[in-house]
């Protein structure tokens, strides 16, 4: 049956991959389109009213944290990559890998726990009261601790690993020729790094740079729980509390063109930049030796941002959790945590399959229009989860109520919600929002398989699919793990949109986290997150052993 309705689509000249490729993509893309028609069609005076109220200090502040966090991050990263590079000092072999472990804690969990640290009943505080006889906060001077700049410090703590990643990459592959003529002409280890490193390494870091800021403009659970009001922030106090869809569209739409800004910006940059290598045997960087007070110096900037994105939470969230060990037992919490294994596993099986079948498709196209449309798929993971949830509940909702409407006219019958109203909708904007990981992986997958294997197999007549199924699947499997893994963890970790489009008493970790966290409850958010940060580590692990 199948392979009759197969040779009917062929004889009339529809190119199966190819329509299957254009239609993965419109899904893909369509939340955003659903956006930008939402900001173009709001009511009257919409828009003047955002901007003579509260959209100036959303801008501001989200541009403050964009801009703070960006240069945290960027130094943070390039100077940690530089010294694990170039040198050798007590703890650097291990401290290469460690400085990886910030990526496996979402920075809002980094948040509770400086918080559970800092505040005024926490034991830093408290311990100082005690030490110096103080009885309250009129004695002393303690800096905010739900400020701007406390979200800085947690965001750059938890972002700069992208620009570590990319950097260390950079530094690897620069030559060695140019480091030893630089030292046979005088120039110091500073002078080098300025004059020689930082400019052949400025491509990457500006693009790990461009991801932080990226992760920064669409952060929620760290500016919401230090009252920062941002524009992702303002996206749900415009839509939930003021009933204003086409305002919050409004405001994602400034989101996007500040995240679009700088992939541009990031894209400029490396356009401009033209690097080559001068020997086909280029000799590997030696490290040298640093010793004395230097080499433990180089110890303490590279474990600082460990101990702070990665030793701080995990210390006070793991006591936390092992003080509320009553809280493991709970009904509520294995709940969320089948809810969350429900939705990141359909999501990972569901993103990884389709962006399979569409690069597959792609390549197997002559059609110039599959091509064009690929780069616009890697689109979603650029928005922040609070914009892909404006983006897709409001069409969904939509198609829902006709679904509804025409169910009740046929049967009689009012189904009521069936996509809104279950975890469909949660495991779209994880597709969406993490299509371009799964992608890449797969881009990159068969493009290492060798073009004579699915073309013997083609010549000994298995189709398409079965080449796909039989040739290309076994060799590229580990690679297809690995996104599958990719796209749970990062499902998992996932909180605005998920905060968004759940269904009613319906918790991941994530929001099981936010929410005890909300109501000042932080021993009781521990368990949860550290199942969170559990899911973070392998990743993690993951990720170290593939940049060996």
Not at 208 to 230: C, H, K, L, N, R
Not at 302 to 316: K, N, Q, T
Request: net charge positive; proline share 5%; aromatic share 8%.
């Amino acid at each position: 049956m199948a392979q009759a309705l197969g040779m009917k689509i062929r004889r009339a000249g529809i190119d199966v991959w190819s329509v299957g490729a254009l239609v993965v993509a419109a899904v893909v893309a369509a939340p955003l389109i659903a956006v930008g028609w939402l900001a173009l069609t709001p009511g009257n005076g919409i828009w003047m009213h955002l901007w003579s109220t509260t959209l100036p200090r959303y801008l501001s502040n989200t541009l403050f944290l964009m801009i703070t966090v960006g240069l945290t991050t960027a130094v943070t990263g390039t100077v940690t990559a530089w010294l694990i590079t170039m040198y050798r000092f007590p703890g650097a072999r291990w401290l290469e890998w460690l400085l990886l472990l910030p990526l496996a804690i979402p920075a809002y969990i980094g948040a509770y726990a400086l918080t559970d640290l800092l505040e005024y009943a926490g034991p830093v505080q408290t311990g100082l009261r005690s030490l110096f006889g103080w009885s309250s906060s009129r004695d002393y001077w303690f800096p905010e601790v739900r400020s701007r700049g406390a979200a800085v410090l947690v965001l750059g703590a938890a972002l700069y690993p992208y620009v570590y990643l990319l950097a260390r990459a950079a530094f690897r592959e620069q030559s060695v020729c140019a480091f030893d003529v630089a030292r046979t002409l005088g120039a110091g280890p500073v002078r080098r790094f300025f004059r020689i490193g930082l400019p052949l390494a400025r491509p990457a870091i500006a693009a790990g740079t461009a991801i932080a800021m990226m992760e920064t403009v669409s952060d929620f659970g760290v500016v919401e729980y230090f009252a920062v009001q941002t524009l992702t922030t303002g996206i749900f106090t415009t839509w939930l509390e003021a009933g204003n869809p086409g305002g919050a569209a409004q405001i994602a739409i400034v989101i996007l063109t500040l995240v679009f800004f700088l992939v541009g910006l990031e894209k400029s940059s490396r356009r401009r930049s033209r690097f080559f290598r001068l020997s086909r045997q280029q000799r590997p960087l030696q490290k040298q030796s640093l010793t004395g007070l230097r080499a433990w110096i180089a110890t303490v900037v590279c474990a600082a941002p460990v101990l702070g994105g990665f030793g701080l939470p995990i210390s006070v969230i793991g006591l936390l959790a092992l003080r509320n060990a009553a809280e493991w037992k709970d009904p509520a919490l294995l709940q969320a945590l089948g809810n969350t294994l429900l939705v990141g596993g359909s999501a990972a099986i569901l993103t990884v399959s389709a962006a399979l079948f569409m690069v597959y498709g792609v390549r197997l196209s002559g059609n110039r229009l599959p091509r064009t449309v690929l780069p616009v798929t890697t689109l979603g993971y650029a928005a922040p989860g609070a914009v892909l949830g404006l983006g897709i509940l409001m069409p969904l909702a939509a198609v829902d109520h006709r679904l509804a409407d025409l169910i009740t006219r046929v049967t009689g019958h009012d189904p009521g919600l069936l996509l809104t109203g279950s975890a469909f909708a949660v495991v779209l904007a994880y597709a969406v929002r993490f299509f371009a990981i799964a992608q890449g992986a797969a881009d990159s997958a068969l493009g290492r398989v060798s073009p004579s294997l699915p073309m013997a197999a083609r010549s000994l007549g298995r189709t398409a699919g079965g080449t796909l199924r039989h040739v290309h699947l076994p060799i590229i499997s580990g690679s297809i793990g690995t996104a599958l893994l990719l796209v749970f963890v990062d499902s998992v970790k996932e909180l605005p949109a998920t905060l968004l489009l759940r269904p009613f008493n319906f918790d991941t970790l994530a929001t099981r986290v936010y929410g005890q966290a909300s109501l000042e409850r932080i021993g009781d958010a521990a368990p949860p997150a550290m199942l969170v940060i559990g899911v973070g580590l392998a990743a993690v692990l993951v990720l170290a052993r593939s940049n060996k």
